[in-house]
């Protein structure tokens, strides 16, 4: 590997994409496999967005266009925030991207120099921990508790702030919890980073489930608090809401026209432009009257979902589930089943070596996959640091009804297979 930079090695990766060649492998064994592991919606993008971009694309549209993004997608991407977040929006700050991705890296690129630190949430979106250790920035996760159905508060931000922390990343609603931030959260995070930090601290609010909250709950963004818009980037974009993960369309919303300036440079010397016809079928996305109705009519299943999978996992013995608020997620305490089946005790004796790459909810979710044809995600994978002794998976509800009944009757009946988890364990394959 002496080829590589050295850098590469502190880049992570988002093992929902990387366990599909364990998955390829079970296949290929012949098992049948319940896929509960990537975050992707089982709905197709809408008719009226689709035909959008085939007329661009039918129209010669195809070509390079603004690397900021074409004025009209920006314009409506400002008229969206600006009506549901209440603060004026202008296109002109508004940075058009390949997925909601790549504004985790710009923003690591743009504000933080090595040895600065970066809070982000744990479990959290891998990418988060990714960019931080790979910009050789000082990660500082602030671990989501279980107890307060993986809310965090003000003060658990102000035990984490130093004179060097320069970027907070929230996320609200959250991947892979579903925890979901409330207007009084957000208010008092607001004054804790007004008081506590400088004019050029960011607040990196990752919104790109916004439409995915549950119970009647209404979204709430940082940046509708006075004074914080000037304070935060604002991330969002199709993948979720619009049922357009593989479109890759997303935007950030940046303080200031020097920060917005950056991005665009970012994008000109990383992807050169968003397609055209892609941002032409994301204004229909946002314009188009009746995707207001689909979008609503996905959360409701989404909702449905939640409801009959937390209610059977909290029938398992040895499984604790809270219910989550938003996204389209749940995040199992797995913990007692781990025990039963022996796992920790075992995870215990293996050689260091192996710990260091495996946990008991790692060894419990291949055991899940490879005897019994479930795929989920441990709790590592939203955060290897600091995590552990926590013991949870992530099952994603981005998937039928009736594929979520046999996943959970699937991960019932491995929790009470105790010699067919020793022998997963002794032959070793596939710990981790």
């Given at each position: 590997?002496?080829h590589l930079?050295?850098?590469i090695?502190?880049?992570?990766?988002?093992?929902?994409?990387?366990i599909g060649?364990?998955i390829?492998r079970?296949?290929?064994?012949?098992?049948?496999?319940?896929?509960?592991?990537?975050?992707?919606?089982?709905?197709n993008?809408a008719?009226?967005?689709?035909?959008?971009?085939?007329?661009?694309?039918?129209?010669?549209?195809?070509?390079y266009?603004?690397?900021?993004?074409i004025?009209p997608?920006?314009?409506?991407?400002a008229?969206?925030?600006?009506?549901?977040?209440?603060?004026?929006?202008?296109?002109?700050?508004?940075?058009?991207?390949?997925?909601?991705?790549?504004?985790?890296?710009y923003s690591?690129?743009?504000?933080?120099?090595?040895g600065?630190?970066?809070i982000?949430?744990?479990p959290?979106?891998p990418?988060?921990?990714?960019?931080?250790?790979?910009?050789?920035?000082?990660?500082?996760?602030?671990?989501?508790?279980?107890r307060?159905?993986?809310?965090f508060?003000?003060?658990?931000?102000?035990?984490?702030?130093?004179?060097?922390?320069?970027?907070?990343?929230?996320?609200?609603?959250?991947?892979?919890?579903?925890?979901?931030?409330?207007?009084?959260?957000?208010?008092?995070?607001?004054?804790?980073?007004?008081?506590?930090?400088?004019?050029?601290?960011?607040?990196?609010?990752?919104?790109?489930?916004?439409?995915?909250?549950?119970?009647g709950?209404?979204?709430?963004?940082?940046?509708?608090?006075?004074?914080?818009?000037?304070?935060?980037?604002?991330?969002?974009?199709?993948?979720?809401?619009y049922?357009m993960?593989?479109?890759?369309?997303?935007?950030?919303?940046?303080?200031?026209?020097?920060?917005?300036?950056?991005?665009?440079q970012?994008n000109?010397?990383i992807?050169?432009?968003?397609?055209?016809?892609?941002?032409?079928?994301?204004?229909?996305?946002?314009?188009?009257?009746?995707?207001?109705?689909?979008?609503?009519?996905m959360?409701r299943?989404?909702?449905k979902?939640?409801?009959?999978?937390?209610?059977?996992l909290?029938?398992v013995?040895?499984?604790?589930?809270?219910?989550?608020?938003?996204?389209f997620?749940?995040?199992?305490?797995?913990?007692?089943?781990?025990?039963?089946?022996?796992?920790?005790?075992?995870?215990?004796k293996?050689?260091?070596?192996?710990?260091?790459?495996?946990?008991?909810?790692?060894?419990?979710q291949?055991?899940l996959?490879?005897?019994?044809?479930?795929a989920?995600?441990?709790r590592?994978?939203?955060g290897?640091?600091g995590?552990e002794?926590?013991?949870?998976?992530?099952?994603?509800?981005?998937?039928?009804?009736?594929?979520?009944?046999?996943?959970?009757?699937?991960?019932?009946?491995?929790?009470?297979?105790?010699e067919?988890?020793?022998?997963?364990?002794?032959?070793?394959?596939?710990?981790?």
């Amino acid at each position: 590997m002496g080829h590589l930079a050295d850098r590469i090695k502190s880049l992570g990766t988002e093992n929902a994409f990387k366990i599909g060649d364990d998955i390829k492998r079970c296949v290929e064994m012949g098992k049948t496999v319940i896929k509960l592991n990537l975050g992707e919606p089982d709905f197709n993008s809408a008719e009226n967005i689709n035909k959008v971009a085939i007329e661009n694309i039918n129209a010669g549209n195809s070509h390079y266009t603004d690397p900021q993004g074409i004025l009209p997608l920006r314009e409506s991407i400002a008229r969206h925030v600006s009506a549901t977040r209440g603060i004026n929006v202008d296109p002109r700050r508004v940075v058009v991207t390949t997925g909601a991705k790549p504004p985790i890296s710009y923003s690591m690129l743009t504000h933080v120099n090595p040895g600065d630190e970066v809070i982000y949430p744990s479990p959290g979106f891998p990418i988060y921990e990714s960019w931080v250790t790979f910009v050789g920035a000082v990660p500082v996760p602030l671990h989501l508790e279980e107890r307060k159905n993986f809310r965090f508060d003000a003060g658990d931000i102000e035990r984490l702030i130093t004179p060097k922390t320069k970027l907070l990343i929230i996320n609200s609603p959250s991947n892979p919890t579903g925890g979901v931030l409330t207007r009084g959260d957000l208010e008092d995070i607001a004054r804790v980073v007004k008081k506590k930090t400088a004019p050029g601290f960011r607040v990196y609010s990752d919104e790109v489930y916004e439409d995915i909250i549950f119970d009647g709950k209404k979204h709430e963004s940082i940046a509708s608090i006075e004074g914080m818009a000037e304070r935060t980037i604002l991330v969002s974009g199709h993948s979720k809401s619009y049922a357009m993960t593989g479109w890759r369309l997303g935007y950030a919303i940046l303080p200031s026209e020097e920060e917005t300036m950056v991005f665009r440079q970012l994008n000109i010397n990383i992807i050169s432009c968003t397609p055209p016809f892609i941002q032409a079928a994301g204004k229909q996305a946002l314009d188009g009257a009746e995707n207001t109705g689909i979008v609503a009519a996905m959360g409701r299943e989404f909702q449905k979902r939640r409801d009959v999978v937390v209610d059977a996992l909290n029938a398992v013995d040895g499984i604790a589930c809270q219910k989550p608020e938003g996204a389209f997620y749940v995040f199992p305490n797995i913990g007692g089943a781990c025990t039963k089946l022996g796992i920790v005790d075992f995870y215990g004796k293996l050689d260091p070596s192996v710990r260091k790459k495996s946990s008991p909810s790692t060894i419990f979710q291949m055991f899940l996959l490879y005897e019994h044809g479930v795929a989920t995600m441990d709790r590592p994978s939203f955060g290897r640091i600091g995590s552990e002794g926590k013991h949870f998976l992530r099952l994603s509800t981005a998937a039928d009804m009736e594929s979520l009944k046999e996943g959970i009757r699937r991960i019932e009946a491995a929790t009470r297979d105790t010699e067919g988890c020793a022998r997963f364990m002794k032959a070793g394959a596939h710990l981790y």
